[in-house]
């Protein structure tokens, strides 16, 4: 089985890679592969070291799937953004506008059709990049 450097020189690239992503699994799957190459490092055998591999990368993506899950819960603490106030200049037919925010612009959206569209709206929601707002705070 490879050196415990061709294990850590994988692990660094994983991690690399996390760098680019921000999703934290390839961090996960990094620290594994570089487990696999502390059990190199101590002389374990190629099946045990991906045994040791596979099972720490099983083990710490499911920690971070649990731990990324309950950042995202009802009940945990709100962003910074939700209720806070954009301008809106002009309104596209159907809903949407584009604001600035943050020093870039943003796509906004109604809360609902039926919310009223005003100069100032409040964020009450985020859509990936999309700016829910509605006229009044949440």
């Known amino acids: 089985m490879p050196d415990p450097w061709i294990w850590w020189i994988a692990a660094a690239v994983l991690i690399g890679a996390e760098l680019v992503t921000g999703t934290y699994y390839l961090l996960a799957v990094g620290a594994a592969v570089a487990?696999?190459?502390?059990?190199?490092?101590?002389?374990?055998?190629?099946?045990?070291?991906?045994?040791?591999?596979?099972?720490?990368?099983?083990?710490?993506?499911?920690?971070?799937?649990?731990?990324r899950r309950r950042r995202t819960l009802p009940g945990a603490q709100p962003p910074f953004d939700l209720g806070q106030s954009v301008r809106v200049d002009a309104w596209n037919p159907d809903g949407s506008a584009r604001v600035t925010y943050r020093g870039t612009q943003w796509t906004a959206e109604l809360a609902t059709p039926?919310?009223?569209?005003?100069?100032?709206?409040?964020?009450?929601?985020?859509?990936?990049?999309?700016?829910?707002?509605?006229?009044r705070r949440a």
């Open 35 to 67: 487990i696999g190459g502390a059990a190199a490092w101590l002389g374990a055998s190629g099946p045990v070291q991906l045994t040791v591999a596979g099972v720490a990368g099983v083990l710490l993506t499911a920690g971070v799937h649990l731990w």
């Open 114 to 135: 039926e919310t009223p569209r005003a100069a100032t709206m409040f964020i009450v929601a985020m859509r990936g990049s999309v700016l829910v707002v509605a006229d």
